[in-house]
């Protein structure tokens, strides 16, 4: 929308009504005359309703739900992180990260080139009907081998030593896509060198097989994109879908956008530079600060809170902490119109050296106040004979204080 003015011959002004709209150059045009008091008090209003600061969020009960992985299971999986998910047809795809895999069973043993002390490094998936997470999810199958062990979602090309998922997202094409970030050394236990931000998409969801689209289509430095978010809004010419990106640099969040058909095409991203949507990465202005210490984030809308939150881990992995839009809807253009300061909801129980790490909300699974999380736990002595490496899962209900 653009305003301007300009004075009429008896001395008001005019306020002039742009509304032009990208996806499909709807222009209407509303001239009034208004006076100069009036002009300032819309102005006023306008201003004050768009950035009003809203009490805070709490969380008043938590309840454990249980562990995942549940064991035994269709690929020998015992323990994993990450564990980001999305609800695609009929079922919930969730994608893991390093895996850990019994060695008892036939073949049990990793194989491969990225292992370390046991764990499968990489990216790695499992689905299930069971969108009902008050006594625990079930049923969740996984991809795997021959010998029916759990395997790897992707394989690594040649300059990459480990590719981690960032998020999945279902477009409007009826098509299933996984972002996920590669990295080009890992040594001693560490990634270095990003790659950038790769895409993956299904081609047999039964299967759990998916191709790689070629190159990248972000960049490799900072920010790291995830927590992809799904969204439409209507426009006067129907309904514009797009896929909205995280970047996390720092504590710094940057915002980028694709439209869904576009998804592949790495030259139509576009970056929120503070004002608008424009193609230089480089240009990006944070939406939002957020508390240190994540290293995924994950966004949904909550029809409770009637705003966009924000998930992610902080305090060196031990608690769980979120932002939300200031402005209220389900409109994904409140994602780039201010978020709230991060805020504590959730301290993890001691034990883990990493207690609280890859804090994500579910929201396939959420239900008016209730949202659910999982959060991974591991420490040095990670395993089936030290801390247990699994994830929680948890309900949390949300009130304003």
Same mark, same amino acid.
């Given at each position: 929308m653009h305003l301007s003015s300009q004075t009429t011959g008896d001395g008001r002004w005019r306020l002039l009504v742009t509304t032009l709209h990208p996806d499909c150059f709807f222009q209407s045009r509303s001239?009034?005359?208004?006076?100069?008091?009036?002009?300032?008090?819309?102005?006023?209003?306008?201003?004050?309703?768009?950035?009003? =600061?809203?009490?805070? =969020?709490?969380?008043? /009960?938590?309840?454990?739900?249980?562990?995942?992985?549940?064991?035994?299971?269709?690929?020998?999986?015992?323990?994993y992180d990450a564990g980001m998910s999305v609800h695609f047809g009929s079922f919930s795809y969730w994608f893991f990260g390093d895996t850990n895999r019994d060695s008892n069973r036939p073949n049990g043993n990793w194989q491969l080139d990225n292992v370390l002390e046991g764990f499968s490094f990489g990216t790695h998936v499992g689905r299930t009907f069971d969108t009902a997470a008050g006594d625990g999810i079930t049923g969740m199958v996984y991809k795997r081998d021959e010998p029916f062990n759990a395997i790897p979602l992707l394989e690594?090309?040649?300059?990459?030593? =480990?590719?981690?998922?960032?998020?999945?997202?279902?477009?409007?094409?009826?098509?299933?896509?996984?972002y996920f970030t590669a990295w080009g050394n890992c040594s001693d236990g560490w990634v270095q060198d990003p790659q950038g931000q790769g895409l993956a998409k299904f081609t047999d969801l039964t299967n759990m097989e998916v191709e790689r689209i070629p190159g990248y289509v972000l960049p490799p430095l900072s920010p790291k994109w995830t927590g992809p978010v799904s969204a439409s809004f209507d426009t006067p010419c129907g309904a514009a879908h797009y896929v909205y990106l995280f970047g996390l640099d720092g504590t710094d969040v940057m915002l980028t956008r694709v439209a869904d058909v576009d998804i592949e095409d790495s030259s139509k991203y576009r970056f929120w530079d503070g004002a608008g949507w424009v193609p230089n990465a480089e240009k990006s202005e944070p939406i939002m600060q957020i508390i240190s210490g994540p290293s995924f984030f994950s966004v949904a809308y909550? /029809?409770?809170?009637?705003?966009?939150?924000?998930?992610?881990?902080?305090?060196?992995?031990?608690?769980?902490c979120m932002n939300h839009t200031i402005n209220a809807g389900a409109d994904p253009n409140r994602m780039s119109e201010g978020w709230t300061e991060g805020e504590v909801i959730y301290s993890c129980p001691a034990g883990a050296t990493w207690r609280c790490k890859h804090a994500f909300q579910h929201p396939q699974l959420a239900h008016g106040r209730y949202i659910y999380i999982t959060t991974a736990q591991h420490g040095e002595q990670a395993g089936p004979e030290g801390i247990p490496y699994n994830l929680q899962l948890r309900r949390l209900r949300l009130d304003w204080e």
């Open positions: 001239s009034s005359p208004i006076h100069w008091t009036r002009f300032f008090v819309l102005l006023v209003t306008f201003f004050c309703s768009a950035y009003t =600061v809203h009490a805070g =969020v709490v969380v008043t /009960d938590v309840t454990d739900i249980g562990e995942l992985p549940t064991t035994p299971n269709n690929g020998g999986v015992i323990g690594n090309a040649p300059n990459e030593c =480990v590719v981690w998922p960032a998020g999945a997202v279902g477009t409007s094409q009826g098509e299933l896509y996984l909550n /029809d409770f809170l009637d705003r966009w939150i924000a998930i992610y881990s902080c305090g060196y992995a031990s608690l769980v």
